[in-house]
């Protein structure tokens, strides 16, 4: 059995169909694929649990199977949305 590719930075759509523990669908933005011992065609994976503004809420490790999640695309941070860095001023020379 061949299973679909995960790779970083993948954003997934989990549902039922990826695994019965996704009675209420969730978005995740996949941080590493784990290296583990599974069933075959399972899959482990470190992720962020994202917000329906896309910001993440939480960071999970999930078990699922990747043929029933799906591909989303990352919806963009509009720059209001965005934290501000504070900076400080660079002194130059001594």
Partial sequence: MTTR???PSDV???TRAA???FFRPITVRVIRVLDWITYDGWLWID???LGPDGMALARRS???MPEGAQRVIAPALA???RRPV???PVRVGG
């Fill in 5 to 7: 590719k995960v790779h």
């Fill in 12 to 14: 997934l759509l989990l």
């Fill in 19 to 21: 695994s019965p523990q």
């Fill in 62 to 64: 999930l078990y699922f």
């Fill in 47 to 49: 992720a962020y649990q």
């Fill in 86 to 88: 504070r900076r400080d």
């Fill in 79 to 81: 720059p209001e949305s």
